[in-house]
């Protein structure tokens, strides 16, 4: 399976993702400098197919790459539903303690009401406090989807040839 990632959301002019039309939600992951360099992109669409891009070194430092189709976790599809339904959605651009270079990084788009809401989370040294409805869920979303991202890198090294 191979599709490009500009099918799916392109580069504004300020600088944000616009999300295709079919798309409700991005998600991209970076390690940073870290020995594994896992990269992963998690792009879901109206109906809730997922397409997925991961790309990490393995300790033999052969890198690996893929990309794939997968089911979404049913508390990740609940809380998407549940965001997209929201009216208005309240969310920061930012949610972070601190930036550094080549540290852990997410960036977010969501598609809500006609608009794609980018949010990028850095260095988070304590769970953020929510403010409103939408941080509530999307704080929650946040957990899910780091854990599903380890699922899905482990799931891809004990699939390795």
Not at 6 to 17: A, C, P, Q, Y
Not at 80 to 100: G, Q, V
Not at 138 to 158: A, G, M, N, P, S
Request: glycine share 4%; net charge negative.
């Amino acid at each position: 399976m191979n599709f490009e990632l500009i099918d799916i959301r392109k580069v504004d002019s300020t600088g944000n993702f616009k999300l295709n039309e079919d798309y409700i939600l991005s998600y991209d992951h970076s390690d940073g400098w870290s020995e594994r360099l896992l990269s992963l992109g998690i792009y879901i669409d109206l109906i809730f197919e997922c397409k997925i891009v991961i790309s990490f070194r393995r300790k033999n430092f052969e890198n690996f790459e893929k990309q794939f189709e997968c089911e979404i976790p049913s508390e990740i599809k609940n809380i998407i539903s549940e965001i997209i339904n929201l009216d208005p959605l309240t969310l920061k651009k930012h949610y972070a303690d601190t930036f550094m270079e080549d540290m852990n990084r997410q960036h977010y788009a969501i598609n809500h009401s006609g608009k794609s809401h980018n949010i990028g989370i850095g260095t988070l040294l304590k769970r953020p406090q929510p403010e409103n409805p939408s941080e509530e869920l999307f704080i929650t979303l946040i957990d899910l989807f780091e854990k599903w991202r380890e699922v899905i890198y482990q799931d891809c090294l004990k699939n390795i040839i």
